[in-house]
Each structure stands twice: as C-alpha cells, then as structure tokens.
C-alpha cells in the first residue's frame, strides 16, 4: 500500500474528490481528510491522531532504541552473572527494553505533528484540505489521473510507502 496527497482548493472539490474515490471502490478507512481547525467536515473521513501526529514512527524508534538498550543492558547482566543464566534473560530483558521504548517515544510522538504533512502546513492555513488516500501500489497512476483530469484545481502531491520497502 502507498499514501497518496492531493491538496484541494475548498470543502466542495474535496466532497467531489472523496465521492468519486467512494465510486471507484476506496472505502472511508483509506481515505483521510486534514482540514484547517474548526473546518465542519460534515461526512469526509477526518484524519485521525495517527495522520495527524508522528505516533506510529516515534514508536518504532523508541521500540529500536529501547531493544538496544536492553540487549546492551541484558549483555551487560549477563557478563556480571557469568554464565549461569541462559539466555532467556536477556530476550526478557530485550523485549521488557523494546516495549517501555515504544510506549515512551509513543507518547511523546502523540505532541508533535507529523513530520510529512507538516510541508502542507501552510497550504492548510490558507484553507486548503489535504486529502491522503492509502491504495495498492499498481493503482497510483489510475488514481492519481482520474482526481487530477476531473479536478484541476486538486494538486497532486506525491506518493510515500505506509510500510517500509522490504514489507510492500
């Protein structure tokens, strides 16, 4: 799956944009809208604290730094305790470290707005909506022209993978 990002002019090209998605097969849980604060978005699926913020990544770091940690930590308790203990330890202690980073870098990822929508910032400020749509890899070209060929004044503003590339 990729993400796709139009910018829309007004809340009427956007109601377009998403009915002809709607039309073509996209349900609601692929389709997010991000508006200006207080824009009644009325049916158009709202971005969610997900879209909006850097949870997901801030978590995945903290999952990869504190899994290091506790390996380095369990290396450490290991070395200290010679070799009576197995190795079970020190996976409990990595996954004890993995799950407390995630939780943590999480959080904090909860109170800082998503670095890739943070570009359209200021387009958003303006009154600009930006829609992004979550489709299979082989329809971004089909999609992207039928938005742009119906809706002119919609910009097309790219593609990122959701996952990394190894799982797409």
Same mark, same amino acid.
């Given at each position: 799956?990729?993400?796709?990002?139009?910018?829309?002019?007004?809340?009427?090209?956007?109601?377009?944009?998403?009915?002809?998605?709607?039309?073509?097969?996209?349900?609601?849980?692929?389709?997010?809208?991000?508006?200006?604060?207080?824009?009644?978005?009325?049916?158009?699926?709202?971005?969610?604290?997900?879209?909006?913020?850097?949870?997901?990544?801030?978590?995945?770091? !903290? $999952?990869?730094?504190? *899994?290091?940690? &506790? %390996?380095?930590? +369990?290396?450490?308790?290991?070395?200290?305790?010679?070799? =009576? @203990?197995?190795?079970?330890?020190?996976?409990?202690?990595?996954?004890?470290?993995?799950?407390? !980073? $995630?939780?943590?870098? *999480?959080?904090? &990822? %909860?109170?800082? +707005?998503?670095?890739?929508?943070?570009?359209?910032?200021? =387009? @958003?400020?303006?009154?600009?909506?930006?829609?992004?749509?979550?489709?299979?890899?082989?329809?971004?070209?089909?999609?992207?022209?039928?938005?742009?060929?119906?809706?002119?004044?919609?910009?097309?503003?790219?593609?990122?993978?959701?996952?990394?590339?190894?799982?797409?």
């Amino acid at each position: 799956m990729r993400r796709i990002y139009f910018l829309s002019p007004n809340l009427e090209t956007t109601h377009k944009i998403v009915d002809e998605l709607r039309s073509v097969g996209i349900e609601d849980r692929h389709m997010h809208v991000l508006a200006k604060r207080d824009t009644p978005l009325e049916d158009l699926p709202e971005a969610s604290e997900f879209q909006k913020t850097d949870f997901v990544a801030a978590m995945e770091r !903290g $999952a990869a730094l504190g *899994g290091a940690t &506790g %390996l380095i930590a +369990g290396l450490i308790g290991l070395r200290f305790a010679g070799f =009576a @203990i197995a190795g079970g330890p020190v996976l409990g202690v990595l996954l004890y470290g993995a799950t407390i !980073g $995630a939780m943590m870098s *999480g959080l904090a &990822g %909860l109170q800082v +707005g998503n670095s890739k929508v943070k570009k359209y910032e200021e =387009a @958003i400020e303006r009154g600009e909506l930006l829609v992004m749509v979550d489709i299979p890899k082989g329809s971004i070209e089909a999609i992207s022209k039928l938005i742009t060929k119906h809706h002119p004044t919609a910009h097309f503003e790219g593609v990122e993978p959701l996952l990394p590339p190894s799982y797409s």
